[in-house]
């Protein structure tokens, strides 16, 4: 006989959505917005003038998407969406699961060294889990 295998899971709110979604619908729906993007990390000016270490440089911004309708684009550093600090991938992520579709998520960037507020309505993935 093989050994036991153990998992843990941490739980927090994102993970009680997926759970509660799972056991409601049977799946999970995912929002997105439609940019490529990378973690980016401020300068000692910028973190001054927003308040914040990190955002999410928009390397790409995928054509007919919400995001390009919305008006963002490439260059562009994300610093709040749903007015939450966005700092990594997962930050945004967590944001666009759930009934986020279809609603609208306002969306500050940094762009050309002015803060500018957008926004997008997320859509649906294909192909949720």
């Given at each position: 006989?093989?050994?036991?295998?153990?998992?843990?899971?941490?739980?927090n709110?994102?993970?009680?959505r997926?759970?509660?979604?799972?056991?409601?619908?049977?799946?999970?729906?995912r929002?997105?917005?439609?940019?490529?993007s990378?973690?980016f990390?401020f300068?000692?000016v910028?973190?001054?003038?927003?308040g914040?270490?990190d955002?999410?440089?928009?390397?790409?911004?995928?054509?007919g998407?919400?995001?390009?309708?919305?008006g963002l684009?490439?260059?562009?550093v994300?610093?709040?969406?749903?007015?939450?600090?966005?700092?990594n991938?997962?930050?945004?992520?967590?944001?666009?699961?759930?009934?986020?579709?279809?609603?609208?998520?306002?969306?500050?960037v940094?762009r050309?060294?002015?803060?500018?507020?957008?926004?997008?309505?997320?859509?649906?993935?294909?192909?949720?889990v």
């Open positions: 006989m093989g050994n036991p295998l153990g998992l843990a899971v941490p739980i709110t994102t993970t009680r997926i759970i509660s979604a799972l056991l409601k619908d049977g799946g999970v729906r929002a997105y917005v439609g940019v490529v990378t973690p990390r300068n000692a910028a973190v001054i003038r927003t914040q270490r955002g999410l440089r928009v390397v790409e911004v995928l054509a998407s919400p995001a390009d309708r919305g684009r490439a260059g562009d994300i610093l709040t969406a749903g007015s939450r600090p966005v700092s991938a997962e930050s945004l992520q967590k944001l666009l699961i759930g009934d986020a579709t279809g609603q609208p998520l306002p969306i500050r940094l050309d060294g002015q803060e500018v507020d957008f926004v997008a309505a997320p859509e649906e993935m294909a192909g949720n």
